[in-house]
Antibody, heavy 121, light 108 residues
Framework: EVQLVESGGGLVQPGRSLRLSCAASGFTFDDYAMHWVRQGPGKGLEWVSGISWNSGRIGYADSVKGRFTISRDNAKNSLYLQMNSLRPEDTALYYC??????????????WGQGALVIVSS | SYELTQPPSVSVSPGQTARITCSGDALPKKYAYWYQQKSGQAPVLVIYEDIKRPSGIPERFSGSSSGTMATLTISGAQVEDEADYYCFSTDSSGDHVVFGGGTKLTVL
């Protein structure tokens, strides 16, 4: 059974940093791309970033480019999102998601339950 | 930036057919994917690569695509199908990944 468990969310002041982690199990982690997707309160889904199976290709939404960094450690079956210069509009539930294929732009077939990030003073 | 456009809401009575559309310029060349999200839950994939249904998804869910529009059809919609539905695809270069704005399906 595919399991994705996010951690690292919380309340943070504007301008500060936060690092999200995602522990994956139930599949061969280094065969698949991974994504971060967020959902603001009462809003729709927003793709944040994706990373290919070997970290060779990475993509970011324009709204986070230059502030967020996605990475993965295949030896630890883990995905990360380093979020710097956080803004109130980054407040959202952040989902870790498994891609259907190995490329960074392939779609998603499994989702975690999300980590809540609140950016407020 | 690339956009996928969905109607904000669709409403049907139980047993009727619900159709949710998703329009985007690259859809003639790129697959569409559909997700169902019930209140307070993580999304679930219901259609992939325009027309394919994952195991465990009821047969009443189907997908189609023609030109710049993809369509999710729920034949004989049930009350438990009430949810937000999102389409997902990429632009023609494959560099930009995007979700549609979501459609709230009401079945009553």
């Amino acid at each position: 059974e595919v399991q994705l468990v996010e951690s690292g969310g919380g309340l943070v002041q504007p301008g500060r940093s936060l690092r999200l982690s995602c522990a994956a199990s139930g599949f061969t982690f280094d065969d698949y791309a991974m994504h971060w997707v967020r959902q603001g309160p009462g809003k729709g889904l927003e793709w944040v970033s994706g990373i290919s199976w070997n970290s060779g290709r990475i993509g970011y939404a324009d709204s986070v480019k230059g502030r967020f960094t996605i990475s993965r450690d295949n030896a630890k079956n883990s995905l990360y999102l380093q979020m710097n210069s956080l803004r109130p509009e980054d407040t959202a539930l952040y989902y870790c998601a498994k891609a259907i294929y190995s490329s960074a732009n392939s779609s998603i077939d499994y989702w975690g339950q999300g980590a809540l990030v609140i950016v407020s003073s | 930036s690339y956009e996928l456009t969905q109607p904000p809401s669709v409403s049907v009575s139980p047993g009727q057919t619900a159709r949710i559309t998703c329009s985007g310029d690259a859809l003639p060349k790129k697959y569409a994917y559909w997700y169902q999200q019930k209140s307070g839950q993580a999304p679930v994939l219901v259609i992939y690569e325009d027309i394919k249904r994952p195991s465990g998804i009821p047969e009443r869910f189907s997908g189609s695509s023609s030109g710049t529009m993809a369509t999710l059809t729920i034949s004989g919609a049930q009350v438990e199908d009430e949810a937000d539905y999102y389409c997902f695809s990429t632009d023609s270069s494959g560099d930009h990944v995007v979700f549609g704005g979501g459609t709230k399906l009401t079945v009553l």
